[in-house]
């Protein structure tokens, strides 16, 4: 769930003017039981705020679930970045919605309050819960390094997709010519989102692309035309025996965000969820001084709002699983694990 709450952080957009807030009203309903036609199920609607902004929300909005509007969503996750199941699942219950939880609240204070003249402040998401690549060759130009073109190419989609219009805004430029072949180059001048559509079109130079990209984009931020935010999710993998990433980051106009996860991690190296295990001595050392932001398991105010959403989307359907006791025996069962409640409330 880090890796959420770290992807929640990616969205710092304009503030809205509402500032109000749905409150949840409880109301005798009745509804057909597959087994009772006659029991009672209590209309129970889950606590919301019309407030969508990340950016905008405080602890008094915390327990509160708010809706991604599909723009957003298209733009920010159309090519993926939310997990596979709770796709499925926000796509039965016909809306995107997150709950407000207290780490995402804190990273976002953080970072407002953040000075962003000194190098980027590091925020490390962890808790208790990364995929292998599917294609790893040889640089084409770094000798005894390997790149990873299929993932690369991806991630420029996805940096096009979420990133488009405001490149068109800020209008930057490339500062170099970049040879790709004897016939293939970006010239000093033209919009970074040529590297980006280089990249993307012939995969074999995606992660040189990537490498310009994030050069120019870090020059750009350190000279003030942008801000930035690099979140990242397992960002313990830099860290594992076969990585090289051991760079010192001196960028300016910038915040850190990752999170911590121990599947992206070797199958070996996995026995504890605790940061300076997952990150080993390397990472550790390499990302200190950073801010830790535990994300714990649900509380009591979070497991009622999280039933009542469930209720609220007819997830949950049955009087028992609604009341008193059937709550008590989702708390049993999933111990106030977000990922195993949701399993345990899955459809059989």
Known sequence: MA???????????????STSLLQAKNVQHHLPLCWNSHAVLEQ????????SQPSLHTKDHLGLWYKIEPEVLKQLYSLGGI??????????????????REPAVTVIDLIKR???SLPPNKFMLSSKWRRDVKEVVPSTSVPGRFDHPLQAALWLQHFRSQNSELLKTLQLETSMTYTWTRR???????????????????????????????????????????KVAVVVDGINTFYCPNSFYRREDRTKNGVVVGAIDGLANDAGRRESHLPRY???????EKLDPFIP???????ELEMESVINYYVDRHWLQTVNGASAEGRKELVALSGYNPMTLMQVCNAI
Do not use: H
């Open 114 to 116: 953040s000075n962003l």
């Open 278 to 284: 997952l990150l080993r001595r390397k990472g550790w």
């Open 44 to 51: 129970i609607t889950a606590p919301r705020t019309s407030i």
């Open 293 to 299: 932001i535990p994300v714990s398991n649900y509380n």
């Open 184 to 226: 293939e180059s970006t010239e000093a001048g033209s919009p970074l989102m040529a590297l980006v559509e280089q990249g993307v079109n012939r995969a074999r130079y995606a992660s040189d692309c990537i490498m310009a990209l994030t050069t120019e984009i870090k020059k750009y931020a350190t000279d003030g035309r942008c």
């Open 3 to 17: 890796g959420i709450m770290a992807r929640r952080i990616l969205r710092i957009l304009p503030e809205l003017r």
């Open 83 to 100: 997990p596979r199941k709770y796709a499925v699942q926000c796509t039965t219950f016909n809306e995107t919605c997150l709950m407000v």
